[in-house]
């Protein structure tokens, strides 16, 4: 399936099962599609909020028993009830997508934690339901790899994400660092941007590590998938780094010979 968005890490991919390829496939156009709604294009704010309030009514729909009115939510109506679901992590990506809307900075760390608690961690816990493997440990370590790969595209995006008014660097941080927001409008690197983005880094790197073990309790090839995923993270971490810090002039991604290089670290986690 097309992953332009998020080109980094591979969705649906041929390393996993036939049988879920389509549950993902319907559950990423879900998500895909409501960000979309919060990002892309030029309507207003407030008919932005009621097309995420339509998705909402679409949930309502599929929470009563009723036949949703889209093509999109009929197809997740029926991958909810054959693999039974929640419904709170659709919701919790929708509330996400509708702070996007209206919230362009976050005062500190756990508040960025927790737009990513909402935008981020229900995908990963929404797999865990699909291979029946939603014990509290492996939540918790789903969740810190979700939020790692979350604030990785922050910090990978930096640029992108002020053309649209955002900054997902906490407040206190840049305050700390003795940064301002006039150094990101001018795309200006200095060694104390630097030492806030290896900081950020340091950050991600830690709830990655702390998620990983989880590639072994996750049976068959889905264990290579995320796998993969991780160390995809990890190596735009590490571009950022060998950048130190300066995302101005060239947004770090990932090359052919990254996918080579990756699939021999992920065969030695």
């Known amino acids: 399936m097309p992953?332009?968005?998020?080109?980094?890490?591979?969705?649906a991919s041929l390393l996993l099962p036939r049988r879920l390829r389509r549950p993902i496939e319907i559950i990423y156009q879900f998500a895909r599609s409501a960000?979309?709604?919060a990002d892309e294009g030029d309507t207003s704010n407030e008919t932005r909020l009621a097309s995420?309030?339509?998705?909402?009514?679409?949930?309502d729909r599929i929470e009563g028993g009723q036949t949703p009115d889209t093509a999109l939510f009929r197809a997740l109506d029926q991958v909810i009830r054959e693999w039974r679901l929640p419904l709170a992590p659709f919701r919790d990506l929708l509330?996400?997508?509708a702070q996007d809307v209206v919230k362009q900075r976050y005062a500190d760390?756990?508040?960025?934690?927790?737009?990513?608690?909402?935008?981020a961690n229900p995908v990963g816990r929404l797999l865990l339901h699909l291979f029946d493997c939603t014990d509290a440990e492996n939540l918790y370590r789903s969740d810190c790899i979700c939020t790692a790969l979350?604030?990785?595209n922050f910090w990978q995006d930096i640029a992108v994400d002020w053309q649209k008014q955002r900054v997902y660097l906490p407040q206190s941080d840049l305050i700390?660092?003795?940064?301002?927001e006039r150094q990101i409008a001018e795309g200006r690197w200095s060694e104390a941007w630097a030492a806030l983005l290896d900081f950020q880094i340091e950050r991600s790197e830690a709830l990655m590590y702390a998620g990983s073990p989880l590639v072994h309790s996750l049976p068959g090839r889905i264990g290579w998938e995320i796998r993969l995923t991780i160390q995809g993270g990890l190596r735009i971490l590490e571009r950022i780094r060998q950048a130190r810090g300066d995302i101005f002039h060239r947004r770090p991604r990932l090359g052919v010979y990254d996918w080579v290089r990756l699939a021999?670290?992920?065969l030695f986690m």
């Open 264 to 266: 021999g670290r992920a």
């Open 35 to 37: 960000d979309d709604i």
């Open 95 to 97: 509330d996400a997508f």
């Open 176 to 180: 700390r660092f003795g940064i301002d």
């Open 150 to 152: 979350q604030l990785t």
């Open 109 to 119: 760390y756990p508040e960025l934690l927790n737009y990513c608690r909402r935008s």
């Open 52 to 59: 995420l309030d339509a998705y909402h009514a679409e949930l």
């Open 3 to 11: 992953v332009e968005h998020y080109e980094n890490f591979p969705v």
